[in-house]
């Protein structure tokens, strides 16, 4: 569903991406870990095309979306989350989603209705009056993800959701992705949180210094995960 080939991206001088290939199947969880700075945000900024790629490709589908500016690579149905949240402290909660709505308007968007993501989103339902500024992380989190489902997006990607927040918090995000999962989305996963990665995800990936070097199965990364850890992920 959503494809990268041969991905490099730099800012300035700096080659922070060396060629990501990343193959993402529909309806799927695809997670991506690294350590800090490796390119994780990079790789998810450019294939919304908030930074420019010096090289590579990126499909949806059977459609090339390389080069495309971000309000195009949404209307074709790739909806973004980014890291920190940026939900409008000012507004109040349903303020914050029509903003979504309002992006949206492109004859897309009609399988997320309001009262439909308010019941996804218990926590944003009791909370739906208070402004952005009010929510504790975890509803942050839930009103973002929320937003960018007013799209009714084919793809979403969310860049490390589970930043900050507790881990019965983390557990209803899970709760939330693999119910999007099953609706059909194709998500993309960037996590530090290796257990919440491990727990939903359908294929792990780890980027380091801006290549994938190594994807599997949850089942299979488990059963190597110390060594894998050890080469990869720990600082
Ligand atoms: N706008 C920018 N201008 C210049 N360099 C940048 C910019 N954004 C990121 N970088 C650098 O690019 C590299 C990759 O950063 P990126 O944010 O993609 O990493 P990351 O894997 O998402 O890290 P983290 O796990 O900390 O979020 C880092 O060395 C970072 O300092
Ligand atoms: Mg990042």
Redesign the pocket.
Known sequence: MLRIEGMNTH??A?H?LQGVDLDMPQGRISAVL??????????VKTIMGLVALSAGRVAIGDTDITGWPPHLVARAGVAYVP?GRLIFPDLTVIENIKVGEREARNGRGRKWPLPRLLELFPSLRERSANRGSQLSGGEQQMLAIARALVSDPKVMLLD?PSQGLAPLVVRELARVIQLLRDEGVTILL?E?NMKLAEAVADELHI?VKGRMVYSATPAVFRAEEDQIRARFLTV
């Open positions: 800012y300035g700096s922070v690294g350590r800090n700075g490796v390119g994780k945000t990079t790789m890291e490390e960037v530090q980027m």
